[in-house]
C-alpha cells in the first residue's frame, strides 16, 4: 500500500538520519513510485531548508555544524565585499551600530573608512575580527569590544556578560549574519551566537541582516527570529522568487548587488 506524499517525505527525512546520500531511483524503489515524484518531494524539501538537493539525489542538510570563521572566510563567495561595500555606505554621521561576529558580516569592517562623512560613529561589536578590519578608522571611531567568554573558531566573544553588556546601550543599526534564511525565519547553526545577534536587535531600532545568496531557502539549528523582525537583507543575489515575493509582502527590504549595480528591491537603483 502506498503512502501519502507528507508520510513519504518525513520517510525521506528519517532515512538522510542514517544515510548521509539518498538517490531518486533507490527511493523511488522503495516507495513503489516514479522517480519524478521522488525529485518533487526532494525539491520540496529542499525549498524548506531541510536537505541539500544534489545531482540524482540529496543529501542530509547540517543543521548543527559549520566550518570556523577563518576556514568560511577562505571559501567565501564573491558577493561577500559587496555586501560589506553595500552596508558601509548605509552607515551615517554620529550612527551607533552594532556588528554580530561572521564571515559576511566581518566585511562590513574595510568599507566602513570609505564613508567619508560617516565619522566618528560608535561601534559595538563582540567580534574582534571586525575590529581587526577596521584598521586606522578603528582610532576615529569610538570602538567598544563586548566582554565574554573568547570561542577562537569565531575569532568573537559570547555568553551572559557579552548579553547583559549589550544591553546597556541603544543603537541605530544592528548588522548581523546568519546561517539560513528562509520564509520560516532565519536561523544560526551557533547557539551562543543566536543570543548575542538577539540581544543586539533588542537594543537597535533598524535590524539588517547580511547574508550571501547560498543562504537563501536554507534553516539550520536555532531560529534567530522571524523574517518580520528585520528592516532588510543586504545581499548579493536577490532571494528566490518565492522568498522574494514574502519578503516583500511582510515590508522587509532588499538591498542586492546586480551586475555590479545597487538594486533596491530588485529594481536597479540609478
Known amino acids: 500500500m502506498r503512502i501519502g506524499k507528507k508520510e513519504r517525505q518525513k520517510r525521506i527525512l528519517q532515512e538522510l538520519q542514517i ?33 541539500k538537493r544534489e545531482f540524482g539525489g540529496a543529501s542530509a542538510q547540517p543543521m548543527g555544524h ?8 577562505m571559501t567565501a563567495v564573491a558577493g561577500f565585499e559587496r555586501i560589506g561595500i553595500m552596508a558601509g ?27 567619508p562623512g560617516a565619522l566618528r560613529r560608535t561601534v559595538l561589536t563582540n567580534c574582534y575580527a571586525v575590529v581587526h578590519g577596521m ?5 576615529i571611531d569610538d570602538v567598544i569590544m563586548c566582554p565574554g567568554q573568547f570561542d577562537p573558531r569565531e575569532n568573537a566573544v559570547y555568553g ?12 541605530n543599526k ?13 536561523s544560526d547553526v551557533n547557539r551562543r551566537a543566536v543570543a548575542v545577534k538577539r540581544a543586539m536587535m533588542e537594543r537597535s531600532d533598524e535590524t539588517w541582516l547580511m547574508v550571501d545568496h547560498t543562504k537563501f531557502d536554507q534553516r539550520y ?10 528592516t532588510g537583507v543586504i545581499t548579493d543575489r536577490l532571494p528566490p522568487e518565492k522568498l522574494l515575493s514574502h519578503l516583500d509582502r511582510i515590508g522587509v527590504q532588499i538591498v542586492a548587488w546586480q551586475d555590479n549595480v545597487s538594486a533596491d528591491h530588485g529594481a536597479i537603483a540609478g
Do not use: C, K
Not at 555606505?89 to 564613508?115: C, E, F, H, K
Not at 548588522?175 to 525565519?185: D, E, L, M, T, Y
Not at 539549528?221 to 528585520?230: H, K
Open 19 to 51: 544515510h548521509p546520500h539518498v538517490r531518486v531511483a533507490t527511493l523511488a524503489e522503495r516507495f513503489d513510485v516514479a522517480t519524478e515524484t521522488i525529485r518533487r518531494d526532494l525539491d520540496a524539501l529542499s525549498d524548506d531548508g531541510l536537505i
Open 89 to 115: 555606505n548605509m552607515i551615517r554621521p554620529g550612527d551607533v551600530i552594532m556588528i554580530d561576529a561572521g564571515s559576511t558580516v566581518s566585511q562590513l569592517a574595510p568599507y566602513m573608512a570609505q564613508n
Open 66 to 73: 559549520q566550518p570556523d570563521l577563518a576556514q568560511r572566510q
Open 135 to 139: 584598521g586606522e578608522q578603528a582610532v
Open 174 to 186: 544592528a548588522f548581523i549574519g546568519a546561517s539560513g534564511v528562509a520564509w520560516q525565519g532565519f
Open 160 to 171: 551572559n556578560d557579552t548579553i547583559e553588556f549589550l544591553r546597556r546601550f541603544h543603537a
Open 221 to 230: 539549528l536555532e531560529n534567530i527570529a522571524p523574517l518580520e523582525a528585520l
